[in-house]
């Protein structure tokens, strides 16, 4: 799952790439390592995640996690570009 | 609010009829072992303080219960049982030192400590991450509840829970609760007096590919199930009770197999989140209320805004080091005011040796700690409230990208904030940071932080070449200067880490995801606990040392070799005799000399030409040699140097700083003396409980003997210039 291989031609698109309050669904996670963690607090794909804050010098930034955007994960803009997005 | 109060009611009673049922079939004597663990911010401490009663931290910065806890829960009027509370945790597969603590307990079934149940606590409002640690217990075989925690913020979300439903799936009682207000305590004791059985029900069945590796190893250590064994291949390197041997056993399986832990743990998750989403579809259903947004969200727009966050955290500090300085005084006054009543008291109404070492030893040291509690108390008060509300994780959120640049992490912002307080369990804190290069960079500059053993130092030295004149109308000159001295601690800190981000080489990863906690009001019975916890163990730890340091540092002062100390006497009431000086000053040349012929002049004096640059003589020489074990003996030394057979009050003290004269007749303090002591004592690793501290956590002693060389040499060179460039 976890290294499954992104869609030849286009760069797929990552939490990094939300606009703010723009969600999106988490296609899968590109980095293994940092996949158990990020599955470990619910980034599961399929789930709907939510850019919702940015630190005031860009990095780290918080996401809303869940339909019912149950609650807030604070992770750094290089973790977040791990989290890759269903077109 | 009715719709889920009806099912919980409903789920009370039935358990309530089952616990009647089963409850007498538990022998009487025997103590029950109960296991208290959860994600981070389920509420899992509140229900230990509502079991126990036990003072005990609750915080809202995930990971503030850093060790194992336990306190005794009265759970039937004839049946106690011991309660230990785990560090909060998302996984079974332990991430940091902290979450650690937990497999070291729950993969030895064993032990001593093994516990009889667990008590699962979820947040009801977020359940689905919950129920993911849960399942995993469950899988162990560990006989478990489910306290199911925060029903009121569930509801308010427009979640409903049916709770019979969710015991049938589940496998386990299921209490629904509101742990903060005591809501279900009760129906959870009715459970937990019951015997109960390991969960029916089995989450997670590990691949039968593994099987011939997992079936090994769980018959070689001869443990329960197969899952358990799958722990043991995923983590044979990190069991502590592991012998070298074993590990090597499970090594050569993991090998010959060619098991892969990372796909197999993700894949495990991954499949346990498909089969508790398939329970949460028949148990649990979302009615969406109107949408609007959390407040959470509203504040921390103001709160970690790019301006005003920053001005705003920069506030609160200011207000703290305000608060400890100007707040803090009148409390000191009275403690100050009374100590020297009752040592006068004392002086007045008996005389011999034995009341001298009372009054000049032991009462002196005792005021020397009784005086910084108010300080130790506000300081502690303020960090935590600051945890309390949630705030604390919004500072490391604003901090990470400044503090990753000097080798550190956001994180780290809470180990050097509570540094300010105290360094040992600011040392502990940093078990949070998953990291080990960060943290040992964390745990290395956090000692530079100006702990509360250095304000009497600080105040002393200030008082006597800070003049106390208003700045602005609200601030005062010698608030701003302790604050600079703060300053200068954070930023020798921050540079330091800094020089060890180039020094030390690491190819772990750095993570930040944590989860983001919601605004909350601070308990303050929780914030009322911390503070007597911190100043008792103040008071008694760094009180018995100082007190001990006082009583010898008096019979160092009070006895010489041979009979020098008897002939100088001698010499000097000859000399006044002959010179007709008043017996008043007479007293007090006799003072001296005895001081100076004492065996704590002569390690002074031996001291003196290594200090003499900094400025420092033979007096101050025996200060720093007394607070070599703990830097609040500092003024308890000072006041036994400079007022032998006086009070040990700050005034008295200050006053006296301030007419000791060098050779020259001119007065010794000057700025420059002063200065470079105030920053020798910024700098100087000068703590025995520190070291200790650094000792336990790095697990050698590597790390203290370069803390405490380091922290040394930068305040002697650092005093050095300071001295050189002022005098």
Redesign the interface.
Known sequence: ??ARPAPALTTPRSVKDLGMGEAGTICC?KD???????????C??GTRIRL??R??????I?VMV?D?E???????VT?AATILLKE | MASVDLITSRAGTAVAAAALETAAGRQPGAITRIALIGNPNSGKSSLFNQLTGLNQKVGNFPGVTVDRKTGVAQITPGMRAEIIDLPGTYSLYPKSLDEKVITDLLYDKTSQQYPDFVVITADASNLRRNLLLFTQLADLGLPAVLALNMMDVAEQHGVKIDIQALQRELGVPVIPMNARKGIGVAALKIVMAQQLDAPAVQFYAPDEALLPMIRQIRYYFNLHNDYLALHYAHQYRQISFLSADDKAYIGELVEQYGFEPTPRQAQETIDRYARINDILLDTVSVTRTERKEPYSNRLDRVLTHRVWGYLIFFGVLFLMFQAVFAWASYPMDLIDEGIAFINSLIQTNFDGPLINLLTEGVLAGLGGVLMFVPQIALLFAFIAVLEETGYMARVTFMMDKIMRKFGLNGKSVVPLISGVACAVPAIMSARTIENWKDRIITIFVTPLMSCSARIPIYTVLIGLVVPDEPVLGIFNLRGIALMGLYLLGFFAAIFSALAMKLLLKTKERSYFIMEFPVYRWPRWKNVGITIVEKVKTFVFQAGKVIVAISVILWVLASFGPGDTLEKAEAQVRQQAVAQGTPAAEADMQVAAIRLENSYAGVFGRALEPGIRPLGFDWKIGIALLTSFAAREVFVGTISTIYSVGQDADMRTVQQKLALAKDVNGQPFFTTARSASLLVFYVFAMQCMSTLATTYRETKGWKWPLLQMFYMTGLAYFSALLVYQVLK
Do not use: H, V
Not at chain 1, 55 to 60: E, T, V, Y
């Open positions: 799952m976890s996670l293994p390592e940092m996949a158990l963690k990020l599955l470990e607090m619910g599961i794909p919702n804050s630190a005031p010098l860009g990095c780290p918080t869940g019912g149950d609650y807030t994960l604070s992770l750094r973790e």
